[in-house]
């Protein structure tokens, strides 16, 4: 007899009542191929999917469920709706056309009308269907006269005992790969749950996760519906529920706990690493005398925001703790973080140790490296520079005590050492792993260290990225600064858009032109940097337009740079390579190219290298393709110029990966977690593990 809908029977046992699997010996971690029905040809589709050991089935999360409680009668459809029906096909066919296209049909009928389903160009299909399958078909109603459907999802019924696994209930629909049709999947899914999900254990039996309380949702007629609280499953029968909810809630429930877990798994990392370093590790005096700072700001030439007061008190604290300064420093763009860390520099050369600040390109560093020594050499503070190209340190590589070194990646090659290193300052954190960070600091002694971001981060990206750091927030911005004008406009608005570049160079002022790529590529019509320079140069004639990207040698690099700081050069025509770290207050108007090329932060970091002077600064984003969609998003950057509103916006509409890059970025490859949707979890993931640790339930020790 079957299993009630919803049930999942006896573990040892299939559908019909018989043993699931010969092998009692089976686990988890058993190849998929212990289960009835996966030969060698299966075997190598699963594979495809990443499915090689039974846990990696049962993991296999379902993308959607529908409801085949509640099967549509064909005469009773109605224009546009979205919906299943179930009947047996009358006829099939392929019409082809003269021009080489194609379509295939087939009609089905349930006794009340019958639907006609078209695939285009897919001729192939018609070996998959025959008169008189039992053919259950999903999708939208495209016509009514006669009642149509455009490549709809279709699934064969067998009839018998799967009726229960594959009708009259909801009904889970998998990633899948060709050759592997839902209705095996969902059969070897359905055997490995029966036979495998009570062997799933709990993670972290000393933490209540299956006592946590979350608000499940479900999707309903295109709307979510949130529902009350409910307590999360445990462990296993999430498993169940994931794959087999009774009701779609149950499923997302499921969910939720299998993404605390991930989140758990990620909150002890972190803070296990914050606990060892408070455990072990005794903090360098840093906090300094003032006898340079008392120097030093005077000479500043602005007055302090008060959350830059508020933040050099919390850096000063630190440094005068007992533990290791670790601090994430946001700020928007113009918020005056490089202020910041030079200020923090000086209080641990004060205290006689040395600093090493590391950016993410030579570009950066070289900016960098002039606006710390402009603000230091008057102390008498020497500030090198270290990259690739540009070694100005001793011969040894040895850089002696109580100076500032500015640089690349090259600061954490083997060969460069650093005397007395007291703070570590990292800018752009978010192009940096946390390994490379931990490279830096190895350089001394447990050093204090700073990040910087001036791309604003989500508070759940936060406690995922940076959960080990103290944060510290620049949310003021200096008097003086104009806010930007941003417009969107396509590519047959350029002629007006050239005519204004040229009338604010007319009034000696300078601007950028960025494009997404250094070269174009064959696949498609996205503009490029080095195609685009001489049309630019014709277009501007007779001001000054430079070329600026990254696979320039470095001396032109900063030739390029240094001409257009000076105002020799009136427009810079570039890659994202001026993202970050490039202040030319002269600068008032940015036309960026390709615009839905780029992620909103992105866009408005590069936004951010105007408007740092005394003029109205326009940004002007061409959207090339008109897409209602990418035009929509591209809007968001109109309406505001809050750098968290808009880091917000990116991570629902791009997803971490995208927003930070997840290769430099550390973020984890999430089975059930979502970033965009999470942020409940993750703070109770966080808190969870916080007061685990503190009562001692849960081991500082891996």
Not at 426 to 451: A, C, N, T
Not at 541 to 548: H, I
Not at 666 to 686: H, K, Q
């Amino acid at each position: 007899m079957a299993a009630p809908v919803g049930v999942v029977q006896n573990p040892a046992m299939d559908l019909n009542g018989t043993p699931a699997f010969p092998d009692s010996s089976a686990s988890l971690e058993s190849p998929v191929s212990v289960l009835k029905g996966v030969g060698v040809e299966r075997l190598q589709m699963l594979e495809r999917l990443g499915i090689r050991s039974v846990r990696d089935l049962l993991f296999h999360a379902p993308r959607r469920f529908e409801d085949r409680r509640r099967v549509a009668r064909i005469r009773e459809l109605e224009l546009g709706e979205t919906v299943t029906v179930r009947g047996r096909v009358l006829t099939l066919g392929v019409t082809r056309y003269r021009s080489g296209k194609s379509v295939f049909q087939l009609v089905v009928d349930d006794g009340t009308s019958r639907l006609h389903c078209r695939w285009w160009n897919l001729p192939f299909l018609e070996r998959m269907y025959s008169v008189g399958d039992d053919l259950l078909v999903c999708g939208r109603v495209k016509a009514l006269k006669p009642r149509t459907m455009d490549h709809p999802e279709t699934e064969k019924i067998v009839s018998g005992e799967e009726e229960t696994l594959h009708v009259n209930r909801w009904v889970p629909v998998y990633p899948s790969t060709e050759g592997l049709t839902q209705r095996i999947l969902r059969a070897l899914t359905w055997q490995a749950v029966g036979a495998f999900a009570h062997l799933v254990v709990e993670p972290h039996p000393e933490l209540p996760l299956s006592k946590m309380q979350v608000r499940p949702a479900v999707e309903l007629g295109g709307d979510q519906l949130t529902l009350e609280s409910r307590s999360l499953p445990e462990r296993s029968r999430a498993i169940q529920r994931l794959h087999f909810p009774e009701e779609p809630w149950q499923a997302d429930l499921a969910r939720q706990r299998l993404a605390l877990d991930e989140f758990v798994d990620l909150q002890l990392v972190i803070q296990r690493r914050r606990r060892r370093l408070e455990a072990n590790a005794k903090a360098l005096p840093c906090s300094g005398d003032n006898r340079w700072m008392r120097q030093f700001l005077p000479r500043v030439g602005f007055p302090l925001t008060g959350a830059q007061q508020r933040v050099l008190s919390e850096i000063r604290s630190d440094l005068g703790g007992s533990v290791p300064m670790r601090r994430l420093l946001q700020g928007d763009v113009g918020s005056g973080k490089t202020f910041v860390a030079v200020a923090a520099s000086i209080m641990v050369l004060e205290s006689g140790f040395s600093v090493a600040v590391m950016a993410p390109t030579e570009i950066l560093a070289e900016q960098l490296h002039a606006n710390f020594r402009r603000w230091l050499a008057p102390l008498g503070i020497e500030v090198s520079l270290h990259t690739g190209s540009r070694k100005s340190t001793q011969e040894t590589g040895v850089a002696k005590r109580q100076r500032v070194v500015v640089g690349t990646h090259a600061l954490i090659e083997d060969g460069f050492q650093i005397q007395d290193l007291g703070l570590v300052v990292i800018d752009e954190q978010h192009r940096f792993g946390v390994v490379q960070r931990e490279r830096l600091l190895r350089k001394g002694s447990y050093p204090h260290l700073l990040v910087m971001t001036a791309t604003p981060i989500p508070r759940t990206l936060g406690l995922t990225l940076y959960g080990d750091l103290d944060v510290s927030l620049l949310d003021e911005l200096p008097g003086g600064r104009r806010r930007i004008k941003t417009y969107l406009r396509t590519r047959e608005a350029l002629p007006k858009v050239w005519a204004f570049v040229r009338r604010e160079l007319e009034q000696s002022r300078q601007g950028y032109v960025v494009y997404p790529r250094i070269e174009a590529g064959e696949a498609d019509d996205v503009r490029a940097v080095t195609g685009e320079f001489e049309r630019i140069q014709e277009e501007m004639r007779p001001f000054r337009v430079g070329l600026l990207h990254g696979q320039l040698p470095a001396e032109h690099k900063e030739t390029v740079m240094n001409e257009f700081r000076a105002g020799v050069l009136d427009l810079l025509v570039a890659t994202t390579v001026v993202e970050v770290g490039v202040d030319v207050p002269n600068a008032t108007v940015m036309v960026i190219e390709d615009a839905e090329q780029f992620g909103l932060a992105q866009l408005h970091q590069l936004r951010g290298r105007i408007g740092r002077g005394a003029y109205a600064s326009h940004c002007i984003l061409i959207s090339s393709r008109g897409n209602p969609e990418a035009d929509s998003r591209l809007r968001v950057l109109e309406r505001t110029s809050d750098g968290f509103e808009i880091a917000e916006a990116d991570l629902v509409l791009r997803g971490p990966g995208d927003l930070v890059g997840r290769q430099q970025s550390g973020v984890p490859d999430f089975r059930f977690g979502n970033l965009r949707r999470d942020r409940a979890l993750v703070e109770m993931a966080r808190d969870l593990v916080r007061n685990g640790l503190d009562s001692g339930l849960v081991s500082t020790s891996p």
